[in-house]
């Protein structure tokens, strides 16, 4: 028998979740996503130095802000992963964007034009944005010009119901930040079948296949591999290189948990505007917190990119 990751493989497409190369290679994922996270993280790497020394270079020369600079080593990332998965790249946009509709637009589509620029065509990439009703709106009119949206920071049925308004390419739901934030609340010992976010995940995919809503879900953040294993047969599953090795040294059988043809239980269709996305925010203390703190975090990871940039382009000037 083939081990788990082949298995999975065989039912969801496989995403990996970092913007570390060499671990791309390794388990041959047909996606890749990166955050600032992952980014500053792979910056930071001797082996991708030279993706960083050539933004710096560029925008000593082109005389470019910290911002300009920090959004092509983004791009330097994204265009190297480009080489390496078959299918899409995921680049985000600034967290600190993230409540300004107009200003998430025109940083999406400056992120498109420099891949352009790089011969890569937007249909290999999908921009990133926090699934705040501004950034929906974002994804909405990002999709009618043709730039396809994965909708991040996805913790409830609410901001799934409004990506599948928005039309958006992809939504990303957070398990393991739901599986914490439940812990820390005093709930538990869970297992991968009582898992509130293997719940939440569920509950998406059921609304989607049921009402037709052609949203691809894509279940994100694990914290082990029964998570993963409960999601199988998920549309897509972006999975940390560490349990990506985990899988792939499992044996014995995966079994299909998700099924279009019999998708489950569907939540109650939902008209949704906002007055109604807002309350029904409001009313879910997890997604409410979870939704905000990782802006926040992310916002500090980006920030500490923009400030290691900022020290080497001070240096090379």
């Given at each position: 028998m083939t081990n788990k990751l082949d298995q999975l493989r065989t039912m969801t497409t496989v995403v990996s979740d970092t913007g570390d190369m060499e671990a791309i290679r390794a388990y041959k994922p047909t996606d890749a996503t990166t955050n600032p996270s992952l980014i500053l993280k792979a910056s930071e790497m001797p082996a991708y130095a030279r993706l960083v020394d050539e933004a710096?270079?560029?925008g000593g020369k082109q005389?470019?802000?910290v911002g300009q600079v920090t959004d092509r080593v983004a791009v330097n990332f994204g265009a190297e992963l480009t080489k390496i998965v078959p299918g899409r790249v995921s680049t985000e946009v600034d967290a600190d964007l993230s409540f300004d509709?107009?200003?998430?637009?025109a940083k999406a589509k400056s992120l498109i034009a420099s891949y352009k620029e790089r011969?890569?065509?937007h249909k290999h990439i999908l921009i990133k944005l926090a699934s705040t009703w501004e950034g929906l709106q974002a994804?909405?009119?990002?999709?009618?010009?043709?730039?396809?949206c994965n909708m991040t920071l996805a913790f409830s049925?609410?901001?799934a119901i409004a990506a599948g308004n928005a039309k958006a390419f992809l939504l990303s739901p957070f398990v393991g930040r739901i599986f914490d934030w439940h812990v820390k609340a005093g709930g538990g010992p869970y297992t991968a079948e009582t898992d509130p976010g293997v719940h939440s995940v569920r509950a998406i995919y059921a609304y989607y296949k049921t009402y037709g809503i052609k949203t691809?879900?894509?279940?994100a953040s694990f914290r082990n591999t029964g998570e993963i294993e409960a999601l199988a047969g998920c549309d897509r599953l972006t999975i940390s290189p560490q349990l990506l090795e985990a899988l792939s040294k499992e044996e014995g059988e995966l079994k299909r948990q998700l099924d279009p043809a019999k998708p489950g239980q569907a939540p109650p269709k939902v008209a949704m505007d906002e007055k109604t996305f807002r309350w029904m925010m409001n009313e879910d203390q997890m997604a409410t917190e979870k939704l905000s703190d990782g802006i926040r975090l992310f916002a500090a990871d980006l920030n500490k990119l923009k400030t290691m940039v900022?020290?080497?382009l001070a240096k090379a000037a």
């Open positions: 710096i270079a560029w005389k470019a802000s509709t107009e200003a998430m637009v011969g890569i065509d994804a909405t009119r990002l999709q009618a010009d043709g730039i396809d049925i609410a901001q691809v879900v894509m279940g900022q020290q080497r």
